[in-house]
């Protein structure tokens, strides 16, 4: 690792100044988020953030690059994701620009060359030139290493990718390196990236990958902790619409639900009551902003039906 400045080196002392300063840029996580983060940057290993959609995973990588003053590389996976849009990809347009040129001033490189041989090895030299670093085109996991200050690399939704694109991944994620046949190696410039892997569980992450990263899992917060999320992003909101916002939230997991509402959805509905100068959930404001918190009309509707219940249970 890099040497460290003294405001680095406080920030990352503790487990206690991980969670104070994620908390600090308004993150509001668990002992277990925090350490995870503590391991992974003393360690220099990948975390592969499992959990359901919405629960502050992207959030994570995105505010640990702002807490450590790190330019955040991020990839979005999906499915068909290759080498030459993750690693990198050749310049073929200067390639051919370039050998536009050399076909007009091929009498130039050849004057001089003794029969055949010497002509062709010519040829080679500027060969070797078209496939070198001038002409390479690096994508997010090539810039990460190459970052001369360090940097977050987040690979975000790393299930929506192929189990090939996962053994592209190996190499990075354990030595730092990416391999390319016509130049060789590349290692990290400087300092190490610190990779973010996240993913919503649609499909099984390969053992060979998670063998080379740190494991957390992120579920639905409880009561308590979704209302200090709350207040630290919508710190506006009344106490009492945050108390029963919260607690409605809490009833709804508990639903038999296509998509549950996650803690983005929360934190929309907390800010869409706040204006709609809401100092309360009442049964009209609930169903009218139901749509901000459910995302398909069965879930609304389902929800729609047993709303007086689940408002009294509030009043309780």
């Known amino acids: 690792m890099a040497d460290l400045n003294a405001d680095t080196t406080a920030l990352t002392a503790s487990v206690g100044s991980i969670k104070a300063g994620l908390e600090s840029h308004r993150y509001i ?4 988020i925090a350490t995870a983060v503590f391991l992974a940057f003393h360690l220099r290993k990948p975390i592969l953030i499992e959990g359901p959609p919405g629960v502050g995973k992207t959030e994570l990588a995105k505010t640990a690059a702002t807490l450590f003053d790190l330019p955040l590389i991020r990839l979005q996976c ?5 080498e030459a849009k993750a690693i990198y990809e050749w310049k073929y347009g ?4 370039y050998t536009q040129v050399l076909k007009e001033t091929l009498d130039e490189v050849l004057e001089g060359a003794k029969g055949f041989r010497e002509s062709v090895q010519r040829l080679h030299e500027f060969g070797d030139i078209f496939f070198s670093e001038e002409f390479l085109e690096p ?3 090539l810039k990460a290493l190459k970052s001369e200050t360090g940097c977050i690399l987040l690979l975000d939704e790393i299930d929506k990718s192929d189990h090939e694109f996962e053994s592209l ?9 990416v391999s390319i046949p016509e130049i060789g190696t590349i290692k990290a410039v400087r300092e190490p990236p610190l990779v973010f892997l996240t993913s919503n569980n649609t499909r099984e992450i390969s053992d060979a990958l998670k063998r080379r990263c740190l494991h957390l899992y992120i579920p639905f917060p409880d009561a308590e902790l979704e209302q200090r999320i709350i207040h630290a992003r919508v710190p506006e909101i009344p106490p009492e619409l945050e108390r029963q916002l919260v607690q409605f939230i809490q009833s709804l997991r508990d639903m038999d639900l296509k998509k549950v509402p996650a ?5 929309d509905w907390a800010r869409t009551l706040v204006l709609l100068h809401a100092e309360s959930l009442d049964p009209k404001m609930v169903r009218e902003t139901l749509n901000v918190i459910l995302k398909f009309q069965e879930d609304i509707e389902a929800v729609g039906s047993e709303l007086t219940s689940l408002l009294h249970k509030l009043k309780g």
């Not at 200067?94 to 620009?97: A, I, S």
């Open 169 to 177: 991944l190996l190499e990075m994620l354990s030595d730092f390196q």
């Open 29 to 32: 996580c668990s002992d277990q």
């Open 263 to 267: 803690i983005s959805e929360t934190i």
């Open 94 to 97: 200067k390639q051919l620009l």
């Open 78 to 82: 999906y499915e068909g994701l290759d």
């Open 139 to 141: 994508r997010p996991l």
